[in-house]
Antibody, heavy 120, light 110 residues
Framework: QLQLQESGPGLVKPSETLSLTCTVSGGSISSSGYYWGWVRQPPGKGLEWFGS???????YNNPSLKSRVTVSVDTSKNQFSLKLSSVTAADTAVYYC????????????WGQGTMVTVSS | QSVLTQPPSVSAAPGQKVTISCSGSTSNIGNNFVSWYQQLPGTAPKLLIYENNKRPSGIPDRFSGSKSGTSATLGITGLQTGDEADYYC???????????FGGGTKLTVL
């Protein structure tokens, strides 16, 4: 059974870069029918679609985050990653990685989420 | 401000039925599939409905989805206290070239 697990620092200083990795286990990240995405949820707030990547390299990012977001994939490690630059307190959130279906854009498998706090 | 509009909260008694609406536009709901997610307190979201009205394996038929034009609806019948959760609609927005979610609806089973 495919599982996703986020990893990365729980505390990042303002103006620095937040880096998270999602490890895919129980299946291959190199599946043409799926892409890999990031969703975040600030404390007490709703879900925010963050960015996605297909193993072939096609990426899409939330336009509200402009050029701060980079999503990448490492097929050799069965991992995909997120980098968010110039973070502020507003980037404090639970970050989820998830598998999305190319056919219908539904996220059918989610990681447990990792809390990232931006604070000095 | 979310691209998709959901009511902040709904409530109903155990055993009753509730519907949750999700309103969008032609660039998102109107021309793309809608999904619905359930988020129990302190847990990751869980896919309830995909492709507007299909249920993943293991999701009971008490949960249903529909879409008409630029709006979608999640229905839950035979409400149980365990259904208390936040519910989100989601879809792709072709103008933004990005996924979008509704603001979420908190379901209270009185």
């Amino acid at each position: 059974q495919l599982q996703l697990q986020e990893s990365g620092p729980g505390l990042v200083k303002p103006s620095e870069t937040l880096s998270l990795t999602c490890t895919v286990s129980g299946g291959s990240i190199s599946s043409s029918g799926y892409y890999w995405g990031w969703v975040r949820q600030p404390p007490g707030k709703g879900l925010e679609w963050f960015g996605s990547i297909h193993y072939r390299g096609n990426t899409y990012n939330n336009p509200s985050l402009k050029s701060r977001v980079t999503v990448s994939v490492d097929t050799s490690k069965n991992q995909f990653s997120l980098k968010l630059s110039s973070v502020t307190a507003a980037d404090t959130a639970v970050y989820y990685c998830a598998r999305g279906a190319v056919r219908n854009d539904a996220f059918d498998i989610w990681g447990q989420g990792t809390m990232v706090t931006v604070s000095s | 401000q979310s691209v998709l509009t959901q009511p902040p909260s709904v409530s109903a008694a155990p055993g009753q039925k509730v519907t949750i609406s999700c309103s969008g536009s032609t660039s998102n709901i109107g021309n793309n599939f809608v999904s619905w997610y359930q988020q129990l307190p302190g847990t990751a979201p869980k896919l309830l409905i995909y492709e507007n009205n299909k249920r993943p394996s293991g999701i009971p038929d008490r949960f249903s989805g529909s879409k008409s034009g630029t709006s979608a609806t999640l229905g839950i019948t035979g409400l149980q206290t365990g259904d208390e959760a936040d519910y989100y609609c989601g879809t792709w927005d072709s103008s933004l070239s990005a996924g979008v979610f509704g603001g979420g609806t908190k379901l209270t089973v009185l």
